[in-house]
């Protein structure tokens, strides 16, 4: 459950940075189509100023100026599409923790009543008693410590005196 909240929580950073390079991309969007909307200057002078400033050759500078920031807002888009690919990953990755965890339930579920169904078994046996009845009657009614994804009880016997 720690995994889960802890991938939600990157999820939701990335996220957030996604947006706020997304608010930059914009912010800088508008300074190359402000600053380079019909032949004007950034100072925002008149188009008659912007003739001067042509004329005086100032037209190079200024798309120089467009130029660097179009390849800012580019490096943006590549930066925002890597927090995308990694917010769609992570969300991939929650996706599947949950689908396990639900798929591990469902199983412990089945294990469960499996067991139950052995014990019903086992008590309902009215033939000659043998011992491994006993050992597989007590190994059913065990129990089972989930947590730990221990599916099956404990033997009695340690696994050294099996060798």
Do not use: P
């Given at each position: 459950m720690e995994d889960e909240e802890g991938i939600g929580l990157i999820l939701a950073r990335?996220?957030?940075?996604?947006?706020?390079i997304s608010d930059c991309i914009d912010t800088s969007s508008t300074a190359v189509s402000d600053y380079g909307h019909c032949g004007g200057s950034k100072d925002g002078s008149s188009p008659e100023e912007a003739k001067k400033d042509e004329f005086l050759g100032n037209q190079e500078k200024d798309s120089d100026a467009i130029s660097s920031d179009e390849e800012e807002a580019e490096r943006?888009?590549?930066?925002?599409?890597?927090?995308?690919?990694?917010?769609?990953?992570?969300?991939?990755?929650?996706?599947l923790r949950q689908r396990?965890?639900?798929?591990?339930?469902?199983?412990?579920?089945?294990?469960?009543?499996?067991?139950?169904?052995?014990?019903?078994?086992?008590?309902?046996?009215?033939?000659?008693?043998?011992?491994?009845?006993?050992?597989?009657?007590?190994?059913?009614?065990?129990?089972?410590d989930y947590e730990n994804d221990l599916l099956l009880p404990p033997y009695h016997r340690s696994i050294r005196s099996l060798m």
């Open positions: 990335a996220t957030e940075l996604r947006l706020k943006l888009l590549c930066i925002r599409d890597a927090l995308e690919s990694l917010e769609s990953q992570l969300a991939a990755l929650q996706n396990q965890q639900y798929e591990k339930q469902v199983a412990l579920s089945e294990i469960d009543y499996s067991r139950k169904m052995l014990l019903e078994k086992l008590k309902d046996y009215k033939g000659k008693e043998f011992e491994v009845l006993r050992e597989a009657s007590t190994f059913a009614g065990e129990r089972v």
